[in-house]
């Protein structure tokens, strides 16, 4: 089956400082790269959808400037949480999407802010 | 408004038992229907269902689509403590971005 990765599982910061998230979908060309974010016994929360080679585009509420994506090639997005603060922490989780709208997800980041 | 509404919201079962989950939804274009398993970290891919009345089996979990009702169930037979995880149904929403809308999930509990 289709398999996409995380980098890192678990992160630990200081206030103030910019965290990056990768995601990589490992045996397959993604059409569509999507980050959610998830809080404890809640389901997940689209951030925003990441297209290769343009801008993301982000859910209502979603400050674009505090989390920046970047989506430089078919297999690769990365997530930069800037300035993070404490109610910044939570399960980061990335999808990767085929064009028949199947979507496999990361096993997710672990983000703490201190 | 896209719509994913999943029922119940928790259940708790012995070892043993069968489960069934809803999934009811409202889109104004349907495409297909997915089902995840969650557990402690991300989701896990069950189920993608486009056909009405095809059952997709896998193990002792099935599921199977009725357009007409608008809704899908998932069952698991023989549940064993393993199964226990949220379940959550997602259809892609009308706007064809690939965006998936999801229900609130089921959280299953399955006692020794």
């Known amino acids: 089956g289709a398999v996409v990765s995380q980098h890192p599982s678990r992160v630990i910061c200081k206030s103030g400082t910019s965290v990056k998230i990768e995601c990589r979908s490992l045996?397959?060309?993604?059409?569509?790269m999507f980050w959610y974010r998830q809080f404890p016994k809640k389901s997940l929360m689209l951030m925003a959808t990441s297209n290769e080679g343009s801008k993301a585009t982000y859910e209502q509420g979603v400050e674009k400037d505090k989390f920046l994506i970047n989506h430089a090639s078919l297999t690769l997005s990365t997530l930069t949480v800037t300035s993070a603060h404490p109610e910044d922490s939570s399960f980061y989780i990335c999808?990767?999407?085929?064009?028949?709208?199947?979507?496999?997800f990361g096993p997710g980041t672990r983000l703490t802010v201190l | 408004e896209d719509k994913v509404v999943q029922s119940p919201l928790s259940l708790v079962v012995h070892e043993g038992d069968t489960v069934t989950l809803n999934c009811s939804y409202e889109v104004t274009n349907f495409r297909s229907l997915l089902w995840y398993k969650q557990e402690k970290k991300a989701p896990t891919f069950l189920f993608m269902l486009?056909?009405?009345?095809i059952e997709k089996k896998s193990g002792r979990l099935s599921s199977i689509l009725d357009k007409k009702e608008l809704s899908s169930i998932l069952n698991i037979t023989a549940t064993q403590t393993g199964d226990s995880a949220i379940y959550l149904c997602a259809l892609p929403g009308s706007s064809n971005t690939g965006k998936l809308i999801f229900g609130q999930g089921t959280t299953l509990q399955v006692k020794p």
């Open positions: 045996d397959f060309q993604a059409t569509t």
């Open positions: 486009t056909s009405s009345g």
């Open positions: 999808s990767a999407g085929l064009a028949n709208n199947e979507q496999f």
